[in-house]
C-alpha cells in the first residue's frame, strides 16, 4: 500500500506565495516522475509542472518564472513553491507520482487527496 499526503495550501492574497508538499509513504522501492496538476472550477485538469527521478522539469507556460517543482528523494516528498499568485491559479491541486512498489513491479499512478489553493483579496 501506498499513501499520499498533500499539504499547504489555502488562501492568499494576490502577490502571495504557497509553498505545497506531497509526501509518499508505504511500500515503495522506488518514485519515478512527479507532477502536479490542478483543477479549476468548471475546466479540466491541466498538468501544472513535472519533474523527473533525474531532476528535469517542465512546466505550463502559465506557471513558468513563478512555480517550481522540486523533490526530496531521501523523503519521498515532492513541493511546489508557488509565488506571484494570480486569481487565476485558483484550483484544488492534485499531486501524482509514478511509483515501483517492488522491484519486479511496473510502475504505477498514485495520486494525491487533492488541496485547496485560493487566490482571493
Known amino acids: 500500500q501506498v499513501q499520499l499526503v498533500e499539504s499547504g495550501g489555502g488562501l492568499v492574497q494576490p502577490g502571495g506565495s504557497l509553498r505545497l508538499s506531497c509526501a509518499a509513504s508505504?511500500?515503495?522501492?522506488?518514485?519515478?516522475?512527479m507532477g502536479w496538476y490542478r483543477r479549476a472550477p468548471g475546466k479540466q485538469r491541466e498538468l501544472v509542472a513535472a519533474?523527473?527521478?533525474?531532476?528535469?522539469?517542465n512546466y505550463a507556460d502559465s506557471v513558468k518564472g513563478r512555480f517550481t517543482i522540486s523533490r526530496d528523494n531521501a523523503k519521498n516528498t515532492m513541493y511546489l513553491q508557488m509565488n506571484s499568485l494570480r486569481p487565476e491559479d485558483t484550483a484544488v491541486y492534485y499531486c501524482?507520482?509514478?511509483?515501483?512498489?517492488?522491484?519486479?513491479?511496473?510502475?504505477?499512478?498514485?495520486w494525491g487527496q487533492g488541496t485547496q489553493v485560493t487566490v482571493s483579496s
Open positions: 501524482k507520482l509514478v511509483i515501483q512498489t517492488t522491484s519486479w513491479a511496473y510502475d504505477d499512478d498514485y
Open positions: 508505504g511500500s515503495i522501492f522506488s518514485i519515478n516522475d
Open positions: 519533474i523527473t527521478s533525474g531532476g528535469s522539469t
